[in-house]
């Protein structure tokens, strides 16, 4: 589970990281921040979450990474949902051009997929020794 | 526990700062800080004017708001009808030509992801986005 979890960070993380421009262009689709505030997320959520899943994988600094994983899939799945609510029709962005076409519940399915998963690493890790 | 788990979390935010800056360094010429469209892709209704007739105006708007007025010879292309719609300004497109798109204000998306969607999948260059939209078109009327 750790590694399907991992995976998914990792991949996300760097389908972004390779075209900041654009995911500069769908955080700002939300119209929840400024633009300047989109630009710097933009640089650095991809790497974020690319380093939480390398964490994640190796067992190292593996709790902060669970902790981080998670605040970033609840802001995700928070800004889904809002975006929704205020009417507004845009792509995700979570995986590039993958998820561009995405609907909503399909979008709102798979934050709540990987939320579980990771609810999952919580429960299963709760008694392992910190790194 | 919690004070590690802080900690831990602390650690890994700031490693991923490193990456961030490095990219945000190599990046800095294709993204601005002020606007989400680039500096060159933008076009003033004035600068718009100086081209004359080798502008072919995108109107992005929802159909209704086309009905209702537009910028005269304007082609209306928006993301509802893009299929339905785009052969028809390929119709129009010459080379060399310089395509202004516009939506409804500053800020509005329309006109932006239009000029996206025009660069990237119909292949078009010359793609600009009108600063201030409709309403800049109104003003300087």
């Known amino acids: ?120 690493l919580w429960v299963s890790n709760r008694s392992a020794k910190p790194l | 526990m919690t004070s590690s788990l802080v900690r831990q979390a602390l650690i890994l935010a700031a490693l991923a700062l490193l990456p961030g800056v490095g990219e945000a360094i190599y990046f800095r010429h294709k993204i601005s800080w002020q606007s989400p469209i680039p500096p060159s892709e933008l076009v003033t209704v004035a600068q718009a004017h100086v081209w004359g007739e080798n502008v072919i105006w995108v109107d992005a708007r929802p159909d209704e ?36 798109v516009y939506c409804s204000s500053l800020s509005c998306n329309a006109s932006r992801e239009i000029a996206v969607r025009l660069r990237k999948e119909a292949q078009l260059p010359d793609v600009f986005v009108l600063e201030g939209g409709w309403e800049a078109w109104l003003k300087s009327k």
């Open chain 2, 65 to 100: 708001e086309f009905a209702r007025d537009h910028v005269p010879g304007a082609l209306s292309l928006n993301e509802d009808r893009w299929n339905e719609l785009l052969p028809q300004f390929l119709a129009v497109w010459s080379p060399g030509r310089k395509i202004v």
């Open chain 1, 1 to 120: 589970m750790d590694v399907i979890v991992a995976g998914i960070f990792i991949y996300a993380g760097a389908i972004k990281a390779l075209d900041p421009v654009q995911f500069a262009s769908d955080i700002d689709n939300y119209k929840i921040v400024p633009w300047p505030v989109s630009v710097v997320l933009a640089f650095y959520l991809p790497w974020l979450e690319i380093f939480c899943g390398f964490a994640l994988v190796v067992r190292l600094l593996y709790r902060g990474a669970l902790s981080i994983s998670t605040a970033l899939i609840l802001t995700f799945t928070f800004a889904t949902v809002a975006a929704k609510v205020r009417g507004l029709d845009i792509t995700c962005g979570c995986f590039g051009h993958a998820s561009q076409h995405w609907s909503f519940p399909a979008h709102l399915a798979t934050n709540l997929g990987i939320l579980a998963a990771l609810l999952a």
